[in-house]
């Protein structure tokens, strides 16, 4: 139980790699606190958590509605007045498609969401965290979010939004690591996401593989296990 006592906030753990890494964080005995756009799919991870053993809660919250996001770090405060990790997942991907294709309610939705919806967020639960004696941020940004990146599918309003995200977290890590909060942020490029309740979770993998899910978790668990006096600022990863 290696982050047994851990309070881990996940956005955006409605599905995919949210949904991976809560389930895992908690077999690992950390309690989670998860958000989704719809409470029911917050709500449906939550409870597959408690399958594998582990405590969570569910909570609704859309990262592009100000409003929405204080609501749901006022519902996690009623719940603890303390979080130790605040993982920013939370980013609704667009696909390119051709720049002029995606709605202009498309384009403004992904980049409030993403770029706004994580700042709003660290913000709000930055009290909770400095109550901890082991905060530590983590923001899965994305390589769309590395200057010069141009090999992903996604749309360029997707882009925006996680080099936002990396201009955010590069100047936190700096002004929060005098307060003891560790901002650590993981720049992967396209991964495959297979079931962590299904034997491909632990099937081998090798070079030639693309990156996956179960090696970010990794990443994540060896994050936030340092001592404390490791600051680790920045993942990067070969592009396969």
């Known amino acids: 139980m290696r982050f047994a006592g851990h309070r881990v906030v996940v956005t955006g ?12 964080l908690a077999r690992d005995g950390a309690e989670l606190f998860l958000s989704a756009r719809r409470f029911a799919a917050a709500e449906d991870v939550a ?10 809660h569910a909570f ?28 920013n997942n939370g980013a609704p991907y667009l696909d390119a498609g051709g720049f002029l294709e995606a709605s202009d309610e498309e384009v403004a939705e992904t980049i409030a969401a993403g770029a706004a919806g994580t700042v709003l967020a ?8 400095l109550r901890s004696e082991r905060p530590d941020i983590v923001t899965l940004v994305s390589g769309c979010g590395e200057y010069g ?20 977290t590069e100047v936190l890590s700096k002004r929060l690591r005098p307060r003891g909060v ?35 978790v990794e990443t994540v ?10 600051f680790i600022k920045s993942f990067y990863f070969e592009q396969a």
Not at 122 to 129: D, G, I, N, R, S
Not at 189 to 207: G, V
Request: hydrophobic share 40%; proline share 5%.
């Open 182 to 216: 560790r901002v650590m942020s993981l720049y992967p490029p396209d991964f495959d996401n297979p079931d962590p309740l299904s034997d491909e979770w632990d099937a081998e993998r090798n070079a030639g593989d693309a990156l996956s899910a179960r090696s970010l």
């Open 149 to 168: 990146n141009h090999r992903s599918t996604a749309h360029e309003a997707f882009y925006a939004a996680k080099a936002a995200q990396a201009g955010f």
């Open 47 to 56: 409870e597959e958590v408690r399958h594998v053993g582990g405590r969570a």
């Open 122 to 129: 660290t913000k709000a639960f930055l009290p909770l965290l």
């Open 13 to 24: 753990a409605g599905r995919g790699f949210g949904r991976s890494l809560a389930i895992e």
């Open 221 to 230: 668990r060896f994050a936030i296990g340092q001592p404390r006096d490791c």
């Open 60 to 87: 609704e919250c859309d990262l592009a509605d100000a409003e929405s996001v204080r609501d749901f770090v006022d519902a996690v405060g009623e719940v603890r007045d303390t979080v130790d990790v605040l993982v």
